[in-house]
Structure formats: C-alpha cells, structure tokens
C-alpha cells in the first residue's frame, strides 16, 4: 500500500538549512551547464551546497546524486524532496512552504477545515494532532495517463469542493451500489488517496478512468476530449449510482426550491434562442451530432497523436507546449428537462410546441384513447449527493405579445452555460436599463499584490493591457457580464417563434429567465467554443472573475427561497490551446490553508491569487459563503465540548451532519435517510446502520433540531417488522410472476402454428424484467403499447419499425390482469378450424383448376 510507508532512514544526513537559503539557491543556476530555473535541485546533503538541472535539461542533480552517494535533494519549485535510494518522495516534519513569491504577511490566517464540528466522523487510526489537521492534503498530482489532462484537471477541481469531497471522505458507508461500472467506488478510492495524509506525490486513476469509458464510449482511446463533457458525464453516473427515492414524508426536498429528480438533465440550461452561436468544445459520439453542423474533425495543427497510456510523462514544461490532437466536435445540449411543473401551468422550453398536455383523470374506452393517451406509472422523485450539492433551477417565463398570455417552467440545473458577449452585446447590455448591475472592481481584483515578484507580474500585465490598441484587445468582459447576457431577455421571433397555446399559432414572444434556486456549488461553464460548418474556432478573450463576493441576487427571481446568494470562487479549469488541440490545468484553493495551487497533471505548484485572476478561465466552481454557517458550527462545537451528562441520547443522519459540516444551508433535519416510512430501519439498511447515523448528546440534538427543524426524533434504533413482512410478500409475488410468465412462454414456444401472436412494447417488458428480477423496486404501470401502434381504419395496427415482441395470448391475459393497460395489437389472429364441408369444396376446386 502506497500509504504504508515507514519515515524514510535516509533524512538524518541532512544539514541544517533554512526556507532563505533554499530561497536564495532558487534564484542561481545549474553548477554543471548553467541552466536556469525553474526546477532545478538542490543536494540536501550536510555541507553540501550543490544545486544542479533536472531532467528538463541535463539531470546534473541525479548524476551528482549518483558520483557523491548524497540520497536527498529538493525542488526549489515545487519544495518537494525525493529520495534516490527509496526512490521515493519523503516528507520533513518541517517541510518549507511552497510558493516563494508569497510573502508570509499575505497569508490567511483563517485556518479552513473540513473537520469543523468534532463530532463529525473521527479518523480510522485515532484522533490526529494539531499540527497534521492544519497540516495541507489534497495536494497530490494525477498522471497522465495518455491526453488525460481534460480528465485530471476536473477531477482536481471537484477534488477541491468540500461538501463532495467530505461527503466521501465521512459518509464513506454511504458509498454503495449494485449498479456497474461502480464509478463512485472508483472515485472514492482516489479521493481517499488524494486526501490521504501521507499523500504520495501523485496518482494514477486508472480505475475511474477504466470506468468512465464503459459508461461513454466516446472517453475511449487516447484522443483530447471535453473537461465539461466528462464533468457532466461523471456527475451524472455518480448520481444514478447513489441515488435514493425521495420520502412521501419529507415532503418538499431539503433544499429551499431544489426538485431534484431521477430525470435530471445532463446539461446546463442552456439559453434559447443563441444555442447554435456558443457551443461547448465536446469531442463526443458520431450519434450525437450538432444541429445545422458538419461532424468533421478539424485539421490537426499537432501532426500526431498523443504518446500512448503509460508512457513517461517527466517535463512540466513540454506538457504545457505539447499540443495533443483534437477529436471531433459536436453541438451543445438541449434545454434543461422539465421537473414537476404544475399542471396548470403550461411548459413551454422552446418555439416548438409544448411536449405534453395534461390530461383528464379516469380509464380510456376505446383504443385511440388507449394509443394517444395511455398512463404512465408514477415517476418517482430521486436524490443524491450529487443534487444536493450541484442542483438548482431556473423560472423561465415565455410572453405571448399577441395574447400577453405567459407560460411558466421550471428547470433543472447543474451547470450554468454562459455565452462570452462581444463589444456590441456588451453595449447592449451597459446601456439596457435592466441592467442594475454595478461594477465592483474591489470585488474582480485583490487589494494589490504582496511582495515584489507579483508585484512587477501584475504591473506588467497592466501595462501590456494599457498599451495595447482597444481594437486589439477587445473590451473588458466580467463574469457578471456573461450571466446578463445568459439572463437577458430573448426576443421570440422569425425561425424562433413561440407556439402559444391559447393562440393556437406561432407567435412572436418575449422569454425571461430568473434563478428560482440556488445551489450550494455553482459550476459555471463558459462557451468558449464555436463550431461552424466548416471551421471551428475558440474565444480567447479574458473573462475577469470575482475569487470572493460574486452575489447572484440580481438575477434571482422574486419568489426565490434562497437566502445566501454570495459566492466564494473554489477552483477553475483552464484550456490552453485551439479548438483543434490544448492543454487543460486546474487552479484550485487548498480548504485548509486557504492558498492556491496549479493542478498540472501530476505537478502541483503554489500559486499566487493574481495568477488565478489571469488565468483564460473554461470552468469556474463557486461555493455559496456565509459568516453566520461558520458561526453556527462553532456554537454547536462549544454544546458538544461542554459533556453535559443527559439522560437520552439522540440518533442523526450521518449524511446530513455532513451537509451542517460543510453547506451553507443545510435545510431541515432529514433523518429520514435512514427511516422508513414507519419509523423503524429498513431491512436492507440495518446491517449497515452504524455507517448511517451518528449519536447526539441531548443538549446539541435540541440546538439543531431549534434551529433548523426537520427530523424525526430518533431515540431507538430498531428494524422495521412491517417492511420485513412487505418485503417477503413482494418476493413471493415476484417468484410467482417469473414462473408463471416463464411457464407460458415455454408453451408458446413448444407450439409449431400457434393460434394467436400478440405484441407487447420492449420498453413495458424491460421495465417489467427489472421489477420482476429486483432491480427495480417500483412495478412498471399499466401496459403502454402506444408507442408500437398506429391507427388505421379504425383499428390499431403494429407500427413499421417498432421496438416490440411476440407474446402468446395466453401470456397477454396474464399480464393484461395483472398490470391492465393495452392496446391489444395481434401480429397473427386466431383462426377458427376448417369444417369437412369447406375441405371438399377446397379440393374439388383444387381438381378443376389441374384438369384445366
């Protein structure tokens, strides 16, 4: 095991030197060949005051390892220390901070910690000390594994979002599915590895990675691909996997607005009508070509393919220039899907005709009611830690102009895909009078640079700004500008006219957005890639983003339940490169110690802030901040240590306890996670049901139950009778319908002429095998043959191409009683038998015709 390493034997031959000294060696040279920083390495051998190349150059330092028997040496970059006999990285007990070009006055003083409240889930091999739980961890590189940057890179930026990272880091039990590829085992695995506090220098996910090419085929190969592509890919699989049913008794969800659903939409909700001008740079599957584009791959300005998995990968500097080969570009998505709209609001996401109707209650008569109105079964309503963290929703209104009739939808959203405005949108949005957003540049830029390196970098930057020609450099674009123009209102009409349901026509419309809910990880993903026809191109210009107080309250909508609309900026991907071919990089902030670092695949760098705010930002994760959550941990930290003796101890969910660690806005008390609906344990969960809550001393189980609500109260943990009774039975129900369908289906095939096929909808039946085979909990609903069917002269007939299969009747009857549904499509009627009196008759005409 990599974490399993004794303290190496090799440091007590180092001398005595200072962070000056190694300071001071890092501005020389190599005393070999005189190469230059950075990377250069300096012997830490006692009185040995060599500094030599690395392998960028010469590796002068390994030769004189090697020529003077010295074991350690140190980067005077990245102040790491490797050890040429274990062959290994170690780590001093009073290692040098990393980063010389911040000064120790501009450091946080704020210590962050994942651990806030004591109470939280405790270390598996004892309580740790002071100095290692504000010791640094997450600062562990990813290799690439072959044009894996795009995948390193985002792994390191949700690496960095406390409430997912604790979540698997805590609620580590919660982490269970039967579902393949069991993607979030894999990416538990290599959170715990990168939080690890004797972190090795970098890893290798070569299991996530395995495990994200069976979900999608189009992460196989060794081709670049899309950071936001594999971001939403992942998310969505770790959602599928560990999501559970929402409670009838919760009610609403936890979060204030959220409406987390099985049927969550991949993509952000991205803004009609300027879809087709700002796509996102996927690489993904010929199946899934853009709207009105060519599928062709660009000209590959590299000349070749990146080198193949597992390959040396030893100069940071060449990954930076390196261009990889581009792969071929699609479209965006569609709209964000809509989620549990009232009924009597109409749903409109487009100009196209709304996709449902409601319809009244009661059976259907005849078949056509069967055919075009046939009932669904009840979808259930899911939740995961994914939703919970990343989910929010958008109130767009649609205003017909001829009728001023509006229609009303909710959207689900996980990302928000932002269009770049160019100098004339800008001038449109400034001079709108909407616009009610005041520029804030004390909130775009920090109090200046500390220290002298910075402060010459950030001077040069703005003088290359100042000289530089307005036409050259093009307008200065904010991130608050790109959420205006996603937010601004679009005009309805020409090819994008709206179809208003009390016009019965299309008509020219007006469309609003406003944010309903807020979530408490805000992923906002910039469009800086074009695809047209025959060309692709990428937007380079710089977009400045807040790193703290980026509020969305002008944006939200009016009716919001969300309270804290402040942002603090957490990590952001970067690409550098073409739309043909690139590089991709994270900056993210250390939770701990509260600095930044550079994510170059397995190098990890301290960085100044300015740095960051220079950076061509592609992806930005922002984390909702709020000084009262802080305060409000701290509170419930000083109830827990005061060891009230108390005569009832109390049970709470582990998960939410996590979420009062680590959100905002935790929401109401939801133990129902591990209730069932009669207030005992489920079966299922029992066995495990130390992983699933933690217990609460009095005093501190009446301070958050006050405060926040929810529950209910726990004092006895005891599995639930009635579920065990419910479950035999749904068992033996079960068995029964197997045996029986399986019995028919062995007749239906013994028989050479069967009297009668019928046809029934692959869809129904699939979802009727994962009931029956206990994959799916909920029975499928009534029969739906809707979709195979086609009237015609009044009667139903199988439709060309259907996605069906033949049943018996017999088999039909069965299921029809059971599950009810139809219609009642037969590919073969029954035929009635022949009497003797039409047999001759057959064969005497059968006689003429041969005799003629």
């Given at each position: 095991?990599?974490?399993?390493?004794?303290?190496?034997?090799?440091?007590?031959?180092?001398?005595?030197?200072?962070?000056?000294?190694?300071?001071?060696?890092?501005?020389?040279?190599?005393?070999?060949?005189?190469?230059?920083?950075?990377?250069?390495?300096?012997?830490?051998?006692?009185?040995?005051?060599?500094?030599?190349?690395?392998?960028?150059?010469?590796?002068?330092?390994?030769?004189?390892?090697?020529?003077?028997?010295?074991?350690?040496?140190?980067?005077?970059?990245?102040?790491?220390?490797?050890?040429?006999?274990?062959?290994?990285?170690?780590?001093?007990?009073?290692?040098?901070?990393?980063?010389?070009?911040?000064?120790?006055?501009?450091?946080?003083?704020?210590?962050?910690?994942?651990?806030?409240?004591?109470?939280?889930?405790?270390?598996?091999?004892?309580?740790?000390?002071?100095?290692?739980?504000?010791?640094?961890?997450?600062?562990?590189?990813?290799?690439?594994?072959?044009?894996?940057?795009?995948?390193?890179?985002?792994?390191?930026?949700?690496?960095?979002?406390?409430?997912?990272?604790?979540?698997?880091?805590?609620?580590?039990?919660?982490?269970?599915?039967?579902?393949?590829?069991?993607?979030?085992?894999?990416?538990?695995?290599?959170?715990?590895?990168?939080?690890?506090?004797?972190?090795?220098?970098?890893?290798?996910?070569?299991?996530?990675?395995?495990?994200?090419?069976?979900?999608?085929?189009?992460?196989?190969?060794?081709?670049?691909?899309?950071?936001?592509?594999?971001?939403?890919?992942?998310?969505?699989?770790?959602?599928?996997?560990?999501?559970?049913?929402?409670?009838?008794?919760?009610?609403?969800?936890?979060?204030?607005?959220d409406d987390p659903s099985d049927h969550r939409d991949p993509g952000g909700a991205e803004r009609p009508p300027s879809e087709d001008e700002f796509l996102s740079c996927d690489s993904g599957s010929s199946s899934d070509r853009g709207e009105g584009g060519s599928p062709g791959a660009p000209d590959d300005p590299a000349g070749g393919r990146a080198p193949a998995a597992g390959g040396p990968i030893s100069v940071k500097e060449r990954l930076k220039e390196r261009r990889v080969s581009g792969a071929p570009l699609r479209g965006g998505r569609p709209a964000g899907a809509v989620h549990n709209t009232p009924a009597a609001l109409v749903c409109i996401t487009s100009s196209n005709p709304p996709s449902y109707c409601p319809t009244a209650p009661g059976g259907f008569s005849s078949p056509a009611q069967l055919l075009f109105g046939g009932r669904k079964r009840k979808q259930s309503r899911y939740r995961s830690v994914i939703s919970d963290i990343f989910d929010?929703?958008?109130?767009?209104?649609?205003?017909?102009?001829?009728?001023?009739?509006?229609?009303?939808?909710?959207?689900?959203?996980?990302?928000?895909?932002?269009?770049?405005?160019?100098?004339?949108?800008?001038?449109?949005?400034?001079?709108?009078?909407?616009?009610?957003?005041?520029?804030?540049?004390?909130?775009?830029?920090?109090?200046?640079?500390?220290?002298?390196?910075?402060?010459?970098?950030?001077?040069?930057?703005?003088?290359?700004?100042?000289?530089?020609?307005?036409?050259?450099?093009?307008?200065?674009?904010?991130?608050?500008?790109?959420?205006?123009?996603?937010?601004?209102?679009?005009?309805?009409?020409?090819?994008?006219?709206?179809?208003?349901?009390?016009?019965?026509?299309?008509?020219?419309?007006?469309?609003?957005?406003?944010?309903?809910?807020?979530?408490?990880?805000?992923?906002?993903?910039?469009?800086?890639?074009?695809?047209?026809?025959?060309?692709?191109?990428?937007?380079?210009?710089?977009?400045?983003?807040?790193?703290?107080?980026?509020?969305?309250?002008?944006?939200?909508?009016?009716?919001?339940?969300?309270?804290?609309?402040?942002?603090?900026?957490?990590?952001?991907?970067?690409?550098?490169?073409?739309?043909?071919?690139?590089?991709?990089?994270?900056?993210?902030?250390?939770?701990?110690?509260?600095?930044?670092?550079?994510?170059?695949?397995?190098?990890?760098?301290?960085?100044?802030?300015?740095?960051?705010?220079?950076?061509?930002?592609?992806?930005?994760?922002?984390?909702?901040?709020?000084?009262?959550?802080?305060?409000?941990?701290?509170?419930?930290?000083?109830?827990?240590?005061?060891?009230?003796?108390?005569?009832?101890?109390?049970?709470?969910?582990?998960?939410?306890?996590?979420?009062?660690?680590?959100?905002?806005?935790?929401?109401?008390?939801?133990?129902?996670?591990?209730?069932?609906?009669?207030?005992?344990?489920?079966?299922?969960?029992?066995?495990?049901?130390?992983?699933?809550?933690?217990?609460?001393?009095?005093?501190?189980?009446?301070?958050?139950?006050?405060?926040?609500?929810?529950?209910?109260?726990?004092?006895?943990?005891?599995?639930?009778?009635?579920?065990?009774?419910?479950?035999?039975?749904?068992?033996?129900?079960?068995?029964?319908?197997?045996?029986?369908?399986?019995?028919?289906?062995?007749?239906?095939?013994?028989?050479?002429?069967?009297?009668?096929?019928?046809?029934?909808?692959?869809?129904?039946?699939?979802?009727?095998?994962?009931?029956?085979?206990?994959?799916?909990?909920?029975?499928?609903?009534?029969?739906?043959?809707?979709?195979?069917?086609?009237?015609?002269?009044?009667?139903?007939?199988?439709?060309?191409?259907?996605?069906?299969?033949?049943?018996?009747?017999?088999?039909?009857?069965?299921?029809?009683?059971?599950?009810?549904?139809?219609?009642?499509?037969?590919?073969?009627?029954?035929?009635?038998?022949?009497?003797?009196?039409?047999?001759?008759?057959?064969?005497?005409?059968?006689?003429?015709?041969?005799?003629?």
């Amino acid at each position: 095991n990599m974490f399993e390493q004794d303290i190496c034997p090799h440091l007590d031959s180092i001398g005595e030197i200072t962070k000056a000294e190694l300071l001071q060696r890092s501005q020389g040279t190599c005393q070999s060949c005189g190469a230059v920083g950075p990377n250069l390495w300096a012997c830490l051998q006692s009185d040995c005051p060599y500094v030599g190349c690395g392998e960028s150059y010469c590796d002068h330092s390994t030769l004189h390892a090697q020529a003077k028997k010295h074991n350690l040496t140190v980067n005077l970059t990245t102040f790491r220390v490797w050890c040429y006999v274990c062959e290994r990285e170690v780590f001093l007990e009073q290692r040098p901070a990393t980063g010389p070009a911040v000064p120790q006055h501009c450091r946080s003083t704020e210590q962050h910690s994942f651990k806030a409240v004591p109470i939280a889930v405790a270390e598996d091999d004892g309580s740790e000390s002071e100095e290692d739980e504000h010791k640094p961890r997450g600062l562990t590189g990813m290799k690439n594994i072959g044009n894996s940057c795009y995948m390193n890179a985002a792994l390191q930026a949700l690496s960095n979002c406390p409430p997912l990272t604790q979540f698997f880091l805590d609620c580590s039990g919660l982490v269970r599915t039967d579902k393949k590829p069991a993607l979030c085992k894999s990416y538990y695995k290599l959170i715990s590895e990168l939080w690890h506090k004797k972190r090795p220098s970098y890893v290798v996910p070569t299991s996530l990675s395995h495990g994200i090419k069976l979900v999608n085929p189009m992460f196989r190969g060794y081709a670049q691909q899309d950071t936001q592509e594999f971001l939403r890919c992942l998310m969505d699989q770790l959602h599928e996997e560990l999501k559970e049913p929402l409670s009838e008794s919760c009610g609403a969800p936890d979060e204030g607005g959220d409406d987390p659903s099985d049927h969550r939409d991949p993509g952000g909700a991205e803004r009609p009508p300027s879809e087709d001008e700002f796509l996102s740079c996927d690489s993904g599957s010929s199946s899934d070509r853009g709207e009105g584009g060519s599928p062709g791959a660009p000209d590959d300005p590299a000349g070749g393919r990146a080198p193949a998995a597992g390959g040396p990968i030893s100069v940071k500097e060449r990954l930076k220039e390196r261009r990889v080969s581009g792969a071929p570009l699609r479209g965006g998505r569609p709209a964000g899907a809509v989620h549990n709209t009232p009924a009597a609001l109409v749903c409109i996401t487009s100009s196209n005709p709304p996709s449902y109707c409601p319809t009244a209650p009661g059976g259907f008569s005849s078949p056509a009611q069967l055919l075009f109105g046939g009932r669904k079964r009840k979808q259930s309503r899911y939740r995961s830690v994914i939703s919970d963290i990343f989910d929010g929703s958008i109130l767009s209104l649609v205003q017909c102009l001829t009728c001023d009739r509006v229609s009303t939808t909710v959207e689900t959203f996980q990302d928000l895909s932002l269009p770049i405005p160019g100098k004339e949108d800008l001038a449109k949005l400034h001079s709108s009078i909407h616009q009610n957003l005041p520029a804030k540049p004390q909130a775009l830029f920090s109090d200046g640079p500390q220290g002298w390196i910075p402060f010459i970098m950030d001077s040069i930057r703005r003088l290359v700004v100042s000289c530089t020609p307005t036409w050259f450099w093009g307008p200065l674009v904010t991130l608050e500008d790109c959420l205006a123009a996603f937010f601004a209102a679009d005009e309805l009409k020409g090819d994008n006219m709206y179809s208003c349901e009390r016009c019965k026509k299309l008509r020219n419309g007006v469309k609003y957005c406003k944010v309903l809910s807020l979530p408490e990880i805000l992923c906002v993903h910039l469009k800086r890639f074009r695809h047209e026809v025959m060309y692709s191109f990428k937007i380079g210009s710089h977009v400045a983003f807040p790193l703290e107080g980026l509020d969305l309250r002008p944006f939200l909508a009016k009716d919001s339940p969300s309270q804290i609309t402040t942002y603090d900026l957490l990590s952001v991907i970067c690409h550098h490169g073409t739309a043909g071919s690139g590089h991709y990089i994270a900056y993210c902030q250390n939770v701990i110690n509260g600095q930044w670092y550079e994510f170059d695949d397995q190098y990890v760098t301290e960085v100044h802030e300015t740095v960051v705010q220079s950076a061509e930002a592609y992806v930005l994760f922002y984390r909702k901040s709020s000084e009262e959550s802080l305060r409000e941990r701290q509170r419930v930290v000083a109830l827990a240590n005061m060891e009230e003796p108390s005569l009832l101890h109390f049970y709470i969910s582990r998960e939410w306890l996590n979420k009062f660690n680590t959100f905002t806005e935790p929401g109401p008390i939801s133990n129902h996670t591990f209730l069932c609906q009669h207030g005992g344990i489920p079966p299922h969960k029992y066995q495990y049901i130390d992983d699933l809550v933690v217990m609460l001393p009095e005093n501190v189980w009446e301070y958050l139950y006050n405060s926040f609500g929810g529950g209910p109260a726990v004092n006895h943990l005891y599995m639930c009778a009635i579920c065990q009774v419910e479950i035999e039975a749904l068992a033996k129900r079960r068995k029964v319908e197997v045996e029986t369908f399986i019995k028919l289906n062995k007749e239906f095939q013994a028989e050479e002429a069967p009297s009668g096929i019928l046809c029934i909808s692959m869809q129904w039946f699939r979802e009727w095998e994962s009931f029956v085979k206990g994959k799916d909990n909920e029975p499928p609903g009534p029969i739906d043959n809707s979709k195979i069917g086609l009237m015609k002269g009044g009667h139903v007939q199988l439709k060309q191409g259907a996605d069906y299969g033949q049943i018996s009747e017999e088999t039909w009857l069965y299921l029809l009683g059971l599950y009810g549904g139809g219609p009642e499509i037969a590919v073969r009627q029954t035929v009635a038998p022949v009497g003797q009196d039409m047999q001759q008759r057959e064969r005497k005409i059968e006689a003429e015709t041969r005799s003629l």
